[in-house]
């Protein structure tokens, strides 16, 4: 029997009136809170090729700003999408739902989207990361970078064996050797992808501001515990007499010194915080410490956490290696990217060299707080300008933000550069038992797997990199058959067949 209204209509078809009016007040708001952020973004962008991706990435902002959790099981109870996959395709797919619910509500001639407006995403997206990382091999959907070693411009066999591994693009650190050393590695990449018939992409990752321990008073050798305490002054000479100083790379990091702070040393090995700020030094006592305790030493990393330091993300330096990198490079890596005006500044000096030629694409490395926070306008403001990638450089990401966020963060990156279609690289210590000591941990294997929703997965040098190329290769392939990016892939299983 159906239940009716009493005007006659079934309660189904009444739900679905409910529903579909709810859906078309949600894309009103989604299209002019689109709109109004395209405004601000037209001006920027000059690749007309990009300018799709940049609605689709504002349209996605402004959806995510809503809160459709009390929507979804609505749209489950009708068979319909439940909207948590439409990242790169977000209008079409509302409209999609929009249409397949006016059908249910018995409105006549529903207009539904082309389809190619929701799968023609993915054939961007994979085009855009064979532009940057090569077309690769053996049909994978995830390319493989390795990061060189300096002995990689003298090594006559190392590119060639990594290439026949399976690699498909390399990234030279550019914070190491010299420009002869990049430009013999360049030479011996170009050689051996020419010898194995195919492209193999070169980025060169710019070293960024160095954020360090610069100098140490006595007593080097004293361990720091939990308790213990030490200051870190504007300079030494500056500084109290009475417990161990240290002074900063930069004097950004002085600055934000103030009372309650955190800082981390080594990459999160050591924590301290600000107790005591008078003038000319800042007195921090050690909050988390390795149990054997930790040495203040120059050139030890320092990060600080939620402080945004406002510095130039181009350095003497870096501009310096951008006369190889834009001759010679593919892409080039941005450290330490964190607004608008730093991706600006790059562009800037790369036109400079190339005067009209090509330029590199750009990777957006992702390590700060502000970076994440102005993420869509850093893609918008290098993508509108030439072919844009995004690496989620988890190492310095992870003390930035909190080890204990980065699994969500690195998963919304992911979301965010797959609305705005443009590639990403997982990268940061993937597989760094293998790459290092020849054997990889469980958790190390089951994180390679996470990357393969990513179109690019970085290892870095070291003495197993070769083989660790082959074990990652056959990580990703298993996982493709089961995963393209948020889509779980129902392929015949055999592992509990009759």
Do not use: Y
């Not at 213990?228 to 600055?255: M, W």
């Not at 400079?352 to 700060?368: C, H, N, S, V, Y």
């Not at 502000?370 to 995004?390: H, T």
């Not at 290092?436 to 990513?454: C, F, L, N």
């Amino acid at each position: 029997m159906t239940l009716t209204t009493p005007s006659g209509h079934s309660l189904r078809q009444e739900e679905a009136r409910h529903l579909l009016s709810d859906l078309r007040v949600m894309r009103e708001a989604l299209v002019q809170e689109s709109d109004r952020r395209m405004r601000q973004w037209a001006p920027g962008i000059h690749r007309e090729e990009f300018r799709a991706s940049a609605v689709n990435l504002a349209d996605w902002l402004a959806l995510r700003r809503m809160d459709l959790t009390a929507l979804q099981p609505r749209l489950t109870e009708f068979g319909l999408s439940t909207l948590g996959r439409l990242d790169g395709h977000v209008r079409p797919s509302v409209d999609a739902v929009i249409a397949a619910l006016a059908a249910i509500a018995g409105e006549e001639a529903p207009i539904f989207p082309p389809p190619e407006a929701i799968s023609g995403e993915r054939g961007l997206l994979d085009a855009r990361r064979d532009e940057l990382f090569g077309a690769g091999t053996d049909g994978l959907q995830t390319r493989v970078m390795v990061t060189l070693p300096s002995d990689a411009a003298d090594d006559p066999d190392l590119i060639r064996d990594l290439v026949l591994a399976g690699m498909d693009c390399v990234r030279i650190n550019c914070a190491h050797d010299g420009p002869e050393t990049w430009r013999a590695m360049i030479g011996r990449v170009r050689r051996a992808a020419e010898g194995a018939g195919r492209r193999v992409p070169v980025s060169m990752d710019l070293g960024g501001p160095k954020f360090r321990i610069a100098s140490v008073s006595q007593d080097r050798k004293h361990r720091f515990l939990p308790g213990d305490r030490f200051a870190i002054a504007a300079s030494l000479l500056g500084g109290p007499h009475k417990v161990v100083c240290a002074t900063l790379s930069h004097p950004a990091l002085f600055e934000v010194l103030e009372v309650g702070a955190e800082i981390s040393v080594d990459d999160g090995k050591l924590w301290a915080k600000v107790v005591h700020r008078p003038d000319g030094h800042a007195l921090l006592e050690v909050t988390r410490a390795p149990e054997k305790g930790m040495r203040l030493k120059p050139e030890k990393g320092v990060n600080l956490p939620g402080s945004d330091l406002r510095v130039s993300a181009l350095t003497e330096d870096d501009i310096a290696a951008l006369d190889v990198v834009v001759a010679q490079a593919d892409m080039v890596s941005f450290s330490f990217v964190q607004t608008v005006s730093d991706v600006r500044m790059l562009i800037d000096e790369m036109e400079k060299r190339a005067e009209g030629g090509r330029m590199p694409a750009i990777i957006l490395k992702i390590e700060t707080p502000l970076g994440l926070r102005n993420l869509p306008d850093l893609i918008v403001a290098a993508g509108g300008r030439l072919p844009v990638g995004v690496m989620i450089a988890r190492g310095d990401l992870a003390v930035e933000i909190g080890f204990e966020r980065l699994s969500e963060v690195q998963e919304e990156i992911l979301w965010l550069c797959e609305a705005a279609q443009v590639p990403v690289i997982w990268a940061t210590q993937v597989l760094e038992g293998m790459v290092k000591d020849g054997q990889a941990s469980r958790a190390e294997v089951t994180d390679a797997a996470m990357g393969q929703r990513a179109e690019c997965v970085m290892l870095n040098k070291g003495p197993h990199v070769v083989e660790a190329v082959r074990f990652l290769r056959g990580i990703l392939a298993r996982m493709d058959r089961h995963q393209m990016k948020k889509s779980a892939r129902l392929v015949q299983l055999k592992a509990w067949g009759g």
